[in-house]
């Protein structure tokens, strides 16, 4: 089945009064970010979307790709399913380096022409890290921010999920403007779950979550767009002194009163 959207139809909260989001659809292409305080309801409603909910999770809501209900084998079957979930738990049990793990993902997947497809995977992650992942490095030493950049491009290039739900990527010390700029390469939907303001006002709209439940969406406007390229510069200055702390370099007040922002 070709995707072209999908639909969150919604439910109840957590109090169980109904979600004033009552639906919403995600088109191919869209960036979509889910925002709200910590214990709001961010995670499950993900959640409610990798599992293809159908008014069996305790949210009640429901899931629809192109307006119709969803096949059972993309529920049940893993090389059907069309979601790759990037959660904040990526321990490994596999010690494999991580050439051959790409390796045999991709002989999985039936690619073509191996060898390149696992260099671009690696030349993508390494793009969002700050230190490069090397191929013969075991994935079970990979750091947080590697493990996780490691994990987003292989979804998007060897695994090729049209959709991918990716949480709190921001706390993983990745450069997330730059995955965003990268992602938008790509016609699939992506959904960020994230406290991180760039992410959200990069996003094309947003779902603000409180108490279990969908209570506004919120569309990307030109002022927000003003408002995420002047945070977007505040991020690449702070990236920019994390790598100088990073490499021994010692920092004063001159250096940071000379930045214009």
Do not use: W
């Not at 690619?111 to 230190?131: W, Y």
């Not at 949480?167 to 790509?186: M, R, S, V």
């Amino acid at each position: 089945m070709e995707i072209k959207k999908i639909t969150i139809i919604g439910s109840k909260g957590k109090d169980g009064s109904p979600e004033k989001v009552e639906k919403f659809d995600m088109k191919m292409g869209d960036i979509v970010s889910i925002v709200g305080p910590t214990g709001c309801g961010k995670t499950t409603l993900i959640n409610d979307i990798e599992l293809f909910a159908n008014n069996n999770t305790p949210s009640g809501r429901q899931i629809m790709i192109n307006g119709e209900h969803v096949p059972d084998d993309f529920s049940f079957d893993p090389s059907k399913h069309p979601i790759a979930l990037i959660s904040q738990h990526t321990n490994f049990l596999s010690d494999l380096p991580v050439g051959e793990f790409l390796t045999i993902h991709a002989k999985v997947r039936g690619a073509k022409d191996i060898e390149n497809v696992v260099n671009e995977t690696i030349s993508f992650a390494n793009q969002l890290t700050g230190e490069a992942i090397i191929k013969n490095t075991a994935m079970t030493e990979l750091s947080g921010g590697q493990t996780r950049s490691l994990l987003i491009a292989d979804a998007v290039i060897i695994g090729n999920s049209p959709i991918i739900l990716l949480d709190e990527i921001e706390n993983a010390g990745i450069h997330k403007t730059k995955a965003l700029e990268l992602l938008k390469n790509y016609q699939k939907i992506f959904v960020f779950v994230t406290h991180d303001p760039t992410i959200a006002l990069l996003s094309d709209f947003r779902i603000v979550m409180k108490n279990g439940g969908m209570q506004k969406l919120i569309v990307s406007n030109a002022e927000e767009q003003k408002a995420a390229a002047k945070l977007k510069s505040i991020d690449d200055v702070i990236l920019h002194y994390r790598g100088l702390v990073r490499a021994g370099e010692e920092l004063n007040v001159t250096l940071l009163e000379n930045i214009n922002i």
